[in-house]
């Protein structure tokens, strides 16, 4: 680990959780498109799991994987202007939340419907393999996710066909508001149909980056898919109309003690690796501009032009 990747790390983890709380004001004021679907205490996974890519992997965020798109380079104006359902946002006001894309940077759209991405991201993997090249696809998938049909199909074609495909299993104790227990026997893991299967500690960012970065390489070796579950935990609801009263107070209390980017900040100083000590400011300040300019779009009304997502 390097000092430059570690707090490339960090920072992205700590944007992802500044501007997740600047949209939540905008939802509560009722100006986003839809509701807002957080990644509180589970920055790591997108974050960590992203950046151990190489720049022509393809990623399939979901989603609470705001962060990964983050990572591959997509600015808070563009997620705010998306939120807003502005003209001049990435689908020119036609979508919401992170249900964007670009093969500019490597990103397919994420979708509602739940496990649809794998076997999307199972044909992308595919294509690298027919032409030869040494990519590397990733997609997520949650606890509830994992019981789907489609996360079935696509992951045992990946696995039959030995495909360069990660999939990251965000085990976060909640199927919106069903427990693990009530949907499954035994742990996410043991649904890998074959898949070479890593298990780690997801509020580790570091522990969570590594454990990628073997997973891409075992995947460029032709030794995928590779099944990566990330034991964290949903400190908020499924979205913010959920009140999350099915959460014991007691399990959000411990949880919340393992916070990822407090985590990951107190090893940063014990390497001396200390960020730039305004660093937050300076990122709550960037949040906050690029939001005002989103929210003056409105002002200039529908009309706007519409940019391409390079």
């Not at 009722?30 to 022509?56: D, F, H, I, N």
């Not at 990519?135 to 049909?149: F, L, N, P, Y």
């Amino acid at each position: 680990m390097d000092r430059a990747t570690a707090l490339r790390l960090y920072e992205s983890m700590l944007l992802t959780r500044l501007m997740e709380e600047r949209l939540v004001l905008l939802y509560k004021q009722g100006l986003t498109m839809g509701s807002v679907y957080r990644s509180l205490g589970q920055e790591a996974t997108a974050c960590a799991t992203a950046l151990a890519l190489g720049p022509k992997d393809i990623i399939g965020p979901l989603i609470r994987n705001l962060g990964s798109m983050l990572v591959r380079g997509v600015t808070p104006k563009e997620v705010f202007l998306q939120y807003l359902g502005r003209a001049s946002g990435p689908t020119c006001g036609r979508e919401h939340n992170n249900h964007f894309g670009g093969m500019a940077r490597g990103i397919v759209a994420p979708t509602s419907m739940l496990g649809a991405l794998i076997p999307v991201m199972a044909g992308v993997a595919l294509a690298f393999r027919q032409r030869g090249e040494a990519r590397v696809a990733m997609t997520w998938i949650g606890d509830g996710g994992s019981s789907t049909g489609a996360f079935y199909e696509g992951l045992n074609f990946a696995v039959v066909q030995r495909l360069p495909l990660i999939v990251v299993g965000e085990s976060n104790g909640f199927a919106y508001s069903t427990s693990p227990t009530q949907q499954m026997k035994g742990h996410m893991a043991a649904r890998s149909q074959g898949a070479e299967t890593m298990v780690v500690d997801g509020n580790n960012a570091l522990e969570v980056l590594e454990a990628a970065k073997r997973a891409r390489q075992l995947c460029l070796e032709g030794n995928g898919p590779v099944f990566l579950v990330c034991e964290t935990f949903r400190l908020k609801g499924h979205a913010e109309h959920d009140d999350q009263r099915y959460v014991a107070p007691a399990d959000l209390e411990a949880w919340s003690r393992k916070d990822p980017i407090a985590h990951l900040e107190a090893w940063l100083k014990g390497q001396r690796w200390l960020p730039e000590p305004g660093l937050p400011t300076r990122l709550a300040a960037l949040v906050e501009a690029q939001a005002m300019e989103a929210l003056a779009s409105i002002k200039a009304g529908p009309t706007e032009s519409s940019p391409s997502l390079n």
